[in-house]
């Protein structure tokens, strides 16, 4: 896990990255932003239990693309996750907030994952453990609306106005942030090079 003092705002970046793009890094820039965020997490996963592992690139070649993409020191690429044997988000956010009780954590995610939040499993667990700022997406944007988790949790949603605010306050908490967007796509990209 990348080194953090106590008392810092720090967003959580997780994906597959495979591979990562300038779509992610527009996510991160504006998570970074938007989120007054000292630190944000690039979090490089193993692999995602919901999407299938035989086209997935090796995590040190991931890391390596993720690595390549960010000149901004705020920015930490790290795969922490593989040693903890997990690959569902609940189990490694709840990992985070045990090591790091003095830190005020951010989830963060492109709007496209904001769908099909409610099929993550304990994604209850996970609005309730951080903040969550879901970063808009072409094609996803009405996703805060439409989404189970955005009706669920309806009662916590902040206004983007106020995300800066966002990693203070306790979950459940959440907001949908407006911004430039890419129509960059991982799958898009693997397509694109016959994988």
Do not use: C
Request: net charge positive; proline share 7%; hydrophobic share 45%.
């Amino acid at each position: 896990m990348p080194r953090v003092e106590a008392g810092m705002k720090v967003g959580l970046f997780g994906g597959s990255f495979n591979p990562p793009h300038d779509g992610h890094r527009l996510v991160a820039e504006i998570a970074l932003r938007a989120l007054d965020l000292d630190q944000l997490w690039w979090m490089v996963t193993p692999g995602n239990p919901l999407k299938s592992k035989r086209v997935l690139a090796p995590l040190a070649e991931r890391i390596a693309q993720s690595e390549a993409l960010f000149p901004n020191p705020k920015i930490r690429v790290t795969a922490f996750e593989k040693t903890l044997g997990s690959n569902y988000t609940a189990q490694v956010l709840a990992h985070v907030k045990a090591r790091n009780r003095d830190v005020d954590f951010v989830w963060i995610m492109g709007a496209d994952n904001l769908r099909n939040f409610h099929l993550w499993q304990n994604w209850h667990a996970i609005a309730e453990t951080f903040p969550i700022a879901v970063i808009d997406r072409p094609g996803s944007t009405l996703s805060f609306l439409s989404s189970k988790m955005a009706r669920t949790f309806d009662f916590a949603r902040v206004d983007e106005h106020d995300a800066g605010l966002l990693a203070r306050l306790p979950a459940p908490a959440w907001t949908f942030i407006h911004g430039p967007r890419s129509t960059l796509s991982s799958t898009a990209i693997r397509t694109q090079n016959g994988k």
